[in-house]
């Protein structure tokens, strides 16, 4: 196991930002971090990396104990925040030098690593440009260039996504596959719901502080899911057809808007084959009838629907 959370909580002057929150990341894996702003993603990414002392409970990073031997796990972890400085004034290769030589790095060592990690984060042909030239992206891969600089087991990567464009979201998520495929675990957060469920091999949601689910993206929207839905088309008589259904046992909320209905079912196939057939016995001119597969972004809006803060 590479990360074991057990019963942590943060206070910050009286308010609760991590609640008893108990989690496990094995070995291998590419966990994303999913919460609204407020819920204690950062907070608890801090703490584990060793950057924040817990009000309580225990954080291991490969079998350490984060409080009691902090630079052994610092060792073992590369860690990229969401708001990170970089030295504008520096040319990419003397950035990487520079952090290579904080790490204890020797100068004979160095170069060879540099362009190894400046290849794989796609930067090799901007070795000799200024780090202030550099697009936002291109910024964004340099410091998870940084962060592998000492060969970590472990990365922790605070929002890398955000704020980038689609061509470099997609090069991103192309880096962080080949980084598991060397055997690294990566605990990732971000707001991006459809591109952590391609990408990620799991998920846990937290929410005021508390983790709400976790395990795949499958068994989290099959778990969280309580309530199936569907959508259905009528021809007209839609005032009838929603009342109807109103009346029906199992049935949850209902919008409608321009002769398309949805609607929460609590139940699966036998609720869905109810509802058509009474919908026909009513003469009630459906038009299409199709059940809406759970997803990741429906799971999160339900599991914190509670409201958002202004502290990660």
Request: proline share 4%; glycine share 8%; hydrophobic share 40%.
């Amino acid at each position: 196991m590479m990360v074991h959370v057990d019963n942590l909580t943060k206070r910050f002057r009286g308010t609760l930002a991590v609640d008893r929150l108990t989690m496990q990341i094995p070995t291998g894996e590419i966990y994303g971090f999913v919460g609204a702003n407020g819920a204690g993603k950062t907070t608890t990414m801090r703490i584990i990396a060793g950057l924040l002392k817990p009000t309580s409970g225990k954080v291991y990073v490969n079998g350490v104990d984060v409080s009691k031997e902090p630079l052994e796990v610092k060792r073992n972890i590369g860690y990229m925040p969401d708001f990170f400085g970089v030295y504008d004034d520096l040319k990419v290769s003397e950035y990487m030098n520079f952090y290579a030589g904080l790490q204890g790095i020797s100068k004979s060592k160095t170069a060879e690593l540099a362009d190894s990690l400046l290849q794989l984060v796609r930067l090799t042909e901007k070795r000799e440009a200024y780090v202030d030239s550099l697009s936002r992206g291109m910024k964004q891969r340099l410091c998870l260039a940084r962060s592998l600089i000492h060969d970590p087991k472990f990365l922790i990567l605070d929002e890398p996504a955000s704020g980038l464009d689609p061509r470099a979201r997609v090069e991103m998520k192309e880096i962080l596959k080949e980084l598991r495929s060397m055997g690294k675990t990566v605990l990732i957060s971000s707001h991006i719901l459809p591109e952590l469920s391609e990408l990620c091999t799991a998920i846990g949601i937290i929410d005021s502080g508390r983790l709400v689910a976790s395990g795949s993206v499958s068994e989290v929207v099959e778990k969280m899911s309580q309530s199936g839905r569907v959508k259905i088309k009528v021809a007209d008589r839609e005032e009838e057809a929603v009342k109807v259904m109103m009346e029906m046992p199992g049935i949850g909320s209902i919008s409608s808007v321009a002769g398309v209905i949805e609607v929460n079912v609590s139940g699966g196939n036998e609720e869905y084959v109810r509802i058509l057939r009474t919908l026909v016995e009513k003469d009630i001119p459906v038009i299409s009838f199709q059940p809406i597969e759970g997803s990741l972004e429906s799971v999160f809006m339900h599991l914190t629907e509670r409201g958002n803060g202004n502290e990660n």
